[in-house]
């Protein structure tokens, strides 16, 4: 027998080779993926297979013992340095010696799949832009006289068929002639290709082989908060997360507001530009150190944003955004190497990549909670609701998707709440109200513990409790009317109306306390009618949206709905339809996504072809303007109370029946006409 | 008659077209080279063409005086406003009314040839990477949300076909939204795609039509001097040049000491890297001065250096340019962005190319000359010597070319020498010594008068007479040998040896009075011993790199000889053959060249095509490494004397026999033993 089979599995790939072939050598030739950064030397241990031995009746196979060469010194010794798992070989190292059938476990796939989230099937497969290459550099010889750049293409070319390298920045070209000399002629380099790539970029290079790994950021960039993902590029694992609120705030809290900030300040774009740079620096420096890694290991960033903080970001003047026609300076995908976004931190040669923008209006978040929720290859009529001081709201089928985005204020994200905060540890993010008792309990996060359990105390001792974050201001109000402490037209109860001392006098109208820390020196937690006013603004704002899509689309009712918030724990979909934020739907079709923004920016950091596909899929999508058209005003109005009034909440009714109550006195009525006045 | 017989000269290029054709379109699709900037909108004027009326037997055409369109009002305001050539017509305005013979004059040609020196008939092709488009772009609309960047590349695509540009940096982007709106939705854009470029990249916009021209910098980087010429990227013209000495001088006079001093001083490159950007810097400013023209005018640079200032320029450590084996960090050419150089003052969207190089110690410098002096292509066995501080020796056929570089020292380009100075007016650059009367006669940078004549203390009243530049030097000395003033060996003869006063005692040795100028507050100018010992130096190293290459094909003889040199007028080849810089050849088949480097660095600014042409020759040079070649010691110790022992000069003999003198008393033989020891 001069040659045996080989069967890979879970490819089911198979071929013959000769006897003494390596195994990667042999998947490289089936075209099986199995990885490898040092190209077959049995330096980086990627290339891990678990061979079977015995019958293979599926497979036509009998395996002996004897079908892979023995154990070798270099196995040996990666075995004692760092440990092998059991009836693990390397595939760069073991030899067919007889027909065999090898197993690619997960984690040795180059284009491993990365299961997104529990809650979904949908899984993500690893292929980002920047990936590791171990190389073995020529040593320059007086005779032949190439430059230390040009023998590291060769090398590039001849171990791993690269043809032809973009060049480095000079940061990279002056320090290449140091690494290669002190790796002795070995090196490790970082390597970039996005899906328009002609040819790779070198981003980076590490004297021999590099044990680091990679990480991208992936970052969500809001009006109010921004959120950045730190990612491993290998395996998708966000392994450090953080958030800070937008320092564009003191320059105006919602969009319109920063843009007119600009035309009334001439130059104050450049401070806005300024600011949002820093802070987007500041958390890659504060990931990296909650990783534990350089920041120079963080290679890669995507981000996504509204039209508005898009513009800032780039340095572009946002007043265009303000004025009809709203017209984008640039509409498509943008990538940007990170000094000029003043991203000092992270590694000089990477680059970041923005998502498209659909519109003027609808930005590059809205593209990025298409590519996390795919509307476009949705069977039934899909609703998507992203909520934040803007949301952005997607509606459609695998036919058609329409989108638009709705100013709904920084409510939903807990500001401009009295108690409001950020989602983090001490804040409250689930709410129930018993509609008997009227008495709250809570969850705050950071402890898995309710309010009324025991030891709650104790495991909030750290962080207290502090304020309401957004998916707890949402639960708080639906709560409140579900247990009749607030009316449909949003008017709180007083302690007699309502029969509970927790509804206290606060001015003309009335607060309920969900919590009085003050005996310990804690903070007095109340929603008050100045909070729901606020929610309403937003919710109705929310629904005028959604509505004005249905409208196009000429349909009253749509088959499922997607919540998604860049910030807090998921929005409880129950409390989102007593509030009336969405239109009537069964509830089991309410789903709730998370921060959907945030993993598209996840998506298209982790794989280049999901860059493509939403390249592609926003120029189908078709915009709707919210800011001209009339019914949205309408439709705003329309859906002041709670739920609304513009339609009937059928599904809803099925689950519950609000209670009928009115608090009207006509004290918070003279007030709201003095403020339609 | 519905259609016509266009013929178009000096192309000869024909085709019949319909009644009312616009010249233009004829010609585009004939693929006449007639320039437009505007696309046949009637703004730009560059589309002239001069249409011939009457008999053409040649073309077989009879061409009646209503075979064009009648002048149109466009042409009308287009002449009144600037004036149109008595015959021409504007391309896009003139129709095609009858059978017609339109000639296409040379300004009107987009690829159109520049004659690049009088002493030669080589022309350069215009084809730079950068260019002028106009375009008229959509307006936003609300309801087709696109980014302004993507309206115009829709433009670019529609009106000059071309497919996708690469994405502007930030600072264009920024712009790009003010200029299309100054400009009314119309604009001028500067497009820049070298050979190698998959898409044209954005450069530059202004709104409107741009009525200015774009301008490039052709760069030649010595260690001595810097020159930089200011060209224009329509017609090749240099429209300024200026000088300046390299700052970098203080930190070494050549190039090894330069590589010692970072050596011994950590981080001493950073310093030198700064001061030759500033340099380049302050000289483009300077230049666009003289021209009157803005600095952001400036789109392109093309720099030509040896590989040390390669290194310092690009910031890379150019200490293994010091030592075996001479490893370059990178050897092909280079393209960066001006502001990886720090060079602030040309437009930020420009791109700077280096050329390649050939090797460790044979840098962009020879590979520019190779361009200018192409001997890839020569028939005969040529040989180029590049004098400057270095000397780019190139020697070979179309069948083979060898490289090597010599380090000649600053002597010929007046440095060292005690009454040197850089070409600049005041400069004795050509000088004869009467055989007889021993006198000089001499004639300076900045006049045409020989200093004998009359007139000329007042044609150089203003400039004086104030040094020696490099090819002053070479003459001088050679004329004192041809006059008997001076030995052999080099030594200077008293005044009693040579019978003229002129020769003054100094120290222990003897100088020669070129002028004396003391009386009315001048210098005094002489020739020293010490000058005569540097020129020796100088030349022994240049001979001594020409014949180690001489030595490698196994040649005794070359066919001719090109001497350039960056700085002053041409090298006179009888002097430099007296002088023994070069091997014995006919008298007729020496020529000078000028500034070969610097036309080198010219003609890749002015056309792509060249720069993939020496990208591909550099690969077939052949370079021999003076450094560790023992036989380059041997030469150069041989080549001493004036011409110098190792060979006779058969060739020289033939025109002029040199005076047999001795002028060896022991004293100044004394001090060369000890110089030896």
């Given amino acids: 027998m001069t040659e045996a089979l080989v069967v890979f599995t879970p490819s089911g790939k198979r071929g013959r080779f000769p006897l003494g072939t390596p195994v990667l050598t042999a998947a490289r030739q089936l075209g099986v993926d199995l990885d490898s950064v040092c190209g077959g030397r049995g330096i980086c241990s990627k290339c891990q297979v678990s061979p079977g031995f015995g019958e293979f009746p599926k497979h036509g196979v009998t395996v002996s013992e004897t079908a892979l060469s023995d154990w070798n010194a270099v196995e040996e010794r990666y075995d004692q340095k760092r440990g092998l798992k059991k009836g693990r070989r390397l595939g760069c190292q073991a030899t067919v010696q007889g027909d065999v059938v090898i197993d690619?476990?997960?984690?040795?796939?180059?284009?491993?799949?990365?299961?997104?989230?529990?809650?979904?099937?949908?899984?993500?497969?690893m292929n980002p832009a920047t990936r590791l290459y171990y190389v073995e550099v020529e040593e320059p010889d007086m005779h032949e006289p190439s430059g230390d750049l040009q023998r590291l293409a060769a090398a590039l070319k001849r171990d791993w068929s690269i043809e032809g390298i973009e060049p480095p920045p000079l940061a990279v070209m002056k320090k290449l002639q140091r690494v290669l000399r002190k790796g002795d002629w070995k090196a490790t380099v970082a390597l970039w290709a996005d899906h328009k790539a002609a040819r790779p970029a070198l981003v980076d290079v590490w004297p021999g082989y590099f044990e680091g790994r990679l990480?991208?950021?992936?970052?969500?960039?809001?009006?109010?908060?921004?959120?950045?993902?730190?990612?491993?590029?290998?395996?998708?694992?966000?392994?450090?997360s953080a958030g800070v609120m937008n320092p564009q705030i003191r320059f105006g809290e919602d969009l319109m507001s920063r843009v007119s900030y600009v035309m009334m300040n001439p130059g104050g774009d450049v401070e806005m530009t300024h600011v949002v740079r820093e802070a987007l620096d500041g958390l890659a420096v504060e990931l990296a150190a909650e990783a534990d890694i350089s920041p120079e290991q963080i290679v890669e960033a995507t981000i996504v944003c509204n039209p508005v903080m898009h513009h800032l970001l780039l340095g572009i003047d946002p007043v265009e955004l303000g004025q009809a026609p709203f017209a984008l300076a640039t509409s498509e995908a943008v990538t940007v190497r990170t000094d000029e976004l003043d991203l000092a931190s992270i590694n000089a040669g990477s680059r970041v990549y923005l998502l498209?923008?659909?519109?003027?209006?609808?930005?590059?978040?809205?593209?990025?909670?298409?590519?996390?929720?795919?509307?476009?290859?949705?069977?039934?009529?899909v609703l998507i609701c992203d909520v934040g001081t803007n949301a952005e709201i997607l509606l459609g089928t695998k036919d058609r998707v329409l989108?638009?985005?709705?100013?709904?204020?920084?409510?939903?994200?807990?500001?401009?709440?009295?108690?409001?905060?950020?989602?983090?540890?001490g804040a409250i993010e689930r709410i129930e109200i018993d509609p008997v008792t009227k008495e709250p309990r809570f969850k705050v996060i950071g402890s898995d513990l309710c309010s009324t359990e025991d030891g709650f105390a104790a495991a909030t001792a750290v962080t207290g409790v502090t304020g309401i974050c957004g998916s707890g201001i949402i639960e708080a109000v639906a709560e409140m009317r579900m247990a009749g402490l607030m009316d449909a037209s949003g008017l709180i109860g007083s302690a007699v109306q309502t029969g509970t001392e927790r509804c206290i006098p606060d001015g003309r109208t009335h607060a309920y306390v969900v919590y009085d820390g003050r005996a310990d020196g804690g903070p007095l937690i109340t929603v008050t009618q100045g909070d729901i006013r606020a929610i309403q603004l937003a919710k109705s704002a929310l629904f005028a949206g959604a509505r004005l899509l249905m409208d196009a689309l000429e349909t009253d009712k749509v088959d499922r709905v997607v919540l998604a918030g860049a910030f807090g724990a998921h929005i409880s979909p129950k409390h989102a339809m007593v509030l009336g934020m969405i239109p009537d739907c069964a509830l089991e079709k309410v789903t709730s996504a998370g921060n959907a923004a945030g993993t598209g920016a996840r998506i298209a950091l982790c794989d280049i072809t999901a860059r493509a596909r939403i390249e592609a899929e926003v120029l189908n999508i078709h915009k709707v303007e919210t800011a001209i058209e009339p019914r949205f005003q309408e439709h705003f109005v329309a859906a002041n109370a709670i739920p609304h009034k513009t339609a009937a909440f059928p599904e809803l009714s099925k689950v519950l029946t609000l209670p009928q109550v009115s608090f009207n006195t006509g004290a918070d009525n003279g007030r709201r006409r003095r403020r339609r006045g």
Same sequence: chains 1, 2.
Wanted: glycine content about 8%; aromatic content about 4%; overall charge negative.
């Fill in 356 to 381: 498209p923008c659909i519109a003027g209006h609808v930005g590059a978040d809205c593209a990025a909670v298409a590519l996390s929720e795919e509307p476009y290859t949705s069977d039934d009529l």
């Fill in 104 to 125: 690619v476990p997960a984690e040795s796939q180059v284009h491993k799949q990365v299961v997104r989230k529990a809650a979904s099937t949908r899984e993500i497969t």
């Fill in 403 to 425: 989108a638009c985005s709705s100013p709904t204020g920084p409510a939903f994200e807990g500001a401009q709440i009295s108690s409001g905060q950020r989602a983090a540890p």
């Fill in 215 to 240: 990480y991208g950021l992936a970052i969500d960039l809001g009006s109010t908060t921004i959120a950045a993902h730190l990612t491993d590029l290998r395996n998708g694992q966000v392994v450090a």
